[in-house]
């Protein structure tokens, strides 16, 4: 049975950095293109970044574009999205999923950027 856990979220203020981490049981990651993506409160789900299963094609939303990095550890069964310079309109629960979406989907880690 396939589980997928986002970590790393909590509370900021703007300009902040937070590291979040992606990680899957029954499932592995390296298999798959991932990607990242967020909800926030009243809005729909939005992409923020994807990473190709070898690491070597990334990209991103506009958004995250300059300021969030996504990466990958293959050995350990990790997706990473390094998010700097955090605005308040960052703030959402943050998903990881293949990027087709083709996985149940985990609880999220929440994100909070106060002003």
């Known amino acids: 049975q396939v589980h997928i856990v986002e970590s790393g979220g909590g509370l900021v203020q703007a300009g902040g950095s937070l590291r979040l981490s992606c990680s899957a049981s029954?499932?592995?990651?390296?298999?798959?293109?991932i990607g990242w993506f967020r909800q926030a409160p009243g809005k729909g789900q939005e992409f923020v970044a994807g990473?190709?299963?070898?690491?070597?094609?990334?990209h991103y939303a506009n958004f995250a574009k300059g300021r969030f990095t996504i990466s990958r550890d293959n050995a350990k069964n990790l997706v990473y999205l390094e998010m700097n310079s955090l605005k308040p309109e960052d703030t959402a629960v943050y998903f990881c999923?293949?990027?087709?979406?083709?996985?149940?989907w985990g609880q999220g880690t929440q994100v909070t950027v106060s002003s």
């Open positions: 990473i190709s299963y070898t690491a070597v094609t990334t």
């Open positions: 999923n293949d990027m087709e979406k083709g996985q149940p």
């Open positions: 029954g499932l592995t990651l390296s298999n798959y293109a």
